[in-house]
């Protein structure tokens, strides 16, 4: 039996506050780390580990990744002399191999305190990002998709995984790994791919081969509020799960859908973020992974309230909502009725 403190761990990688650093401004920095480890909130319920003396995990790359593409890049990593950007978001420096080090490690870490059952819930505070990353191509701040590579890991132990992508952005490499795997149910609520990166994402983008259905993308209109997410949660995605019965969940956890945060035009509040713990925290086993997130302000109240949710206590953020224009209703709607008959055609659930 666990004990209520052991149910759930949060673990900060301290590397990824410090090393990678962008070459100018760019909204993907240590900072959103370290205002992590800052936060009094946070303090209280995280634990950094060192795990920098441990041994490498690049080995778990190789699971999801094209062998070339890993041998490359690392090789690249480990003789970078300045930071350089590989496209116009994404960019790699002297230290960018210590965060990744760190990040496996820790991510190895969780994966193990699952698999033993020694933990319920794990949250693992890393970056850079990783969903972005595909199986031979870096791309949107990420390098490698180590979200990818422990979900891999946890297959060991729980051959039927759902990934939940609550990032605004639709997570097209963590997708691209998984898409002819029914061992994954990939699930991503995102912005409206005909206006935002990686432009891709639509409902009918299911699956392949065998991994037809276990694709299930929804898309929030532009400007979409906490209403929305509470809309897909209650019409797709927990009957979803309830019909499916995964064994694990990982939660790609993306704060980058505040209305404070400056790279998307989804408005949620820091309520939301307590509802995803709230509703992840029905489920027996979870492997949280930060995704993206770049406003300083939201990310440590969005977290706390994501942790105080998993947890079932009150959440210390609350914002008030403002309701949407009727227009991102009416826009909502058309795109959910194409994920319902998505899933009714290839999953035959009928939502
Ligand atoms: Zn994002």
């Not at 041998?71 to 930071?83: A, D, F, G, I, S």
């Not at 020694?118 to 949107?140: D, E, K, N, Q, T």
């Not at 639709?170 to 029914?182: P, S, V």
Request: glycine letters at 6%.
């Amino acid at each position: 039996m666990l004990r209520g403190s052991e149910m759930i761990k949060c673990l900060i990688c301290r590397s990824c506050s410090q090393m990678h650093q962008p070459p100018d401004y760019n909204p993907e920095n240590p900072l959103r780390i370290k205002v992590l480890q800052r936060s009094l909130h946070l303090r209280r319920v995280c634990e950094e580990i060192d795990v920098s003396i441990v041994s490498d995990h690049f080995y778990m790359l190789y699971r999801v990744h094209d062998k070339n593409y890993v041998e490359n890049m690392l090789k690249r990593l480990k003789t970078v002399r300045k930071p350089v950007y590989l496209d116009e978001d994404t960019y790699i420096e002297p230290t960018t191999i210590h965060a990744v080090r760190e990040t496996l490690a820790l991510l190895a870490y969780g994966v193990e305190l699952l698999s033993s059952r020694r933990c319920r819930h794990v949250i693992a505070l890393v970056r850079p990002p990783s969903h972005h990353a595909g199986r031979r191509r870096f791309g949107g701040f990420c390098i490698f998709n180590h979200s990818a590579a422990a979900t891999a890991s946890l297959l060991d132990s729980y051959d039927f995984i759902a990934v939940l992508d609550f990032d605004a952005h639709y997570g097209d490499g963590f997708a691209e790994i998984f898409y002819e795997d029914d061992r994954v149910l990939y699930i991503s609520l995102h912005e409206d791919p005909r206006y935002m990166f990686p432009y891709r994402g639509f409902p009918e983008e299911a699956g392949r081969g065998r991994g037809l259905g276990y694709t299930v993308n929804i898309v929030m209109p532009k400007g979409a509020t906490d209403k929305h997410y509470h809309r897909a949660f209650d019409e797709v995605l927990c009957p979803l799960l309830d019909a499916m019965k995964p064994k694990a969940i990982v939660v790609l956890l993306g704060l980058d859908t505040h209305w404070k945060d400056e790279l998307t035009d989804i408005n949620a509040t820091l309520n939301l973020y307590a509802d995803i713990g709230r509703l992840v925290r029905r489920y027996s086993l979870s492997l949280t992974v930060l995704e993206g997130g770049y406003s300083l302000w939201v990310l440590p109240r969005g977290i706390a309230n994501y942790i105080a949710g998993l947890k079932g206590e009150e959440q210390p953020y609350r914002e008030e909502e403002y309701p949407a224009p009727l227009e991102v209703d009416r826009r909502f709607e058309r795109f959910i009725d194409r994920t319902k008959k998505v899933i009714k055609k290839y999953l035959r659930i009928d939502l």
